[in-house]
């Protein structure tokens, strides 16, 4: 399980701005990297269209993996915003277990940002585990 995601603070500002551009709808987005380290930010287009829910067209989803495999890194993490607390839904614990990579939720009512992971430990009742968002310096 991983225990950290890193970020820049550019790239928490980026995050920020893609969650505002979307409203009132969620936004989306693949976190590209190494690690627990983000190197690229993937914008996605919500097309849900909704102010709960999102949902990356599949041609999309296809896009950001090869683009990871084609520069040597891995879809090492999902964002997306909420208009409430940045806290999984149950729908979002439920892709968080098929999708075992770190979600990043930003609160566009709230402007905080918190970074979960699946918890597949059968001797923890938590299903969700909120890990450490480090900030990285940009030039590292």
């Not at 928490?12 to 701005?17: D, G």
């Not at 269209?49 to 990871?68: D, G, K, Q």
């Not at 964002?79 to 979002?92: E, G, K, M, R, V």
Request: hydrophobic residues 45%; contains cysteine; negative net charge.
């Amino acid at each position: 399980m991983k225990a950290f995601l890193s970020l820049t603070p550019a790239q928490i500002r980026q995050l920020a701005r893609i969650a505002k551009d979307a409203l009132p709808n969620e936004s989306c987005a693949f976190l590209l990297g190494a690690n627990d380290k983000v190197v690229k930010i993937l914008p996605m287009r919500n097309i849900d269209e909704s102010p709960v829910t999102f949902s990356i067209e599949p041609a999309e989803l296809l896009h950001a993996y090869n683009l990871a495999e084609n520069k040597g890194m891995e879809v090492i993490g999902i964002f997306h915003s909420h208009p409430a607390s940045p806290w999984p839904s149950s729908t979002d614990m439920k892709f968080m277990e098929i999708n075992p990579v770190i979600w990043l939720i930003y609160s566009t009512t709230e402007s905080q940002l918190r970074a979960f992971v699946y918890n597949d430990d059968d001797d923890d009742d938590d299903i969700v585990k909120e890990i450490d968002i480090r900030i990285a310096d940009a030039k590292a």
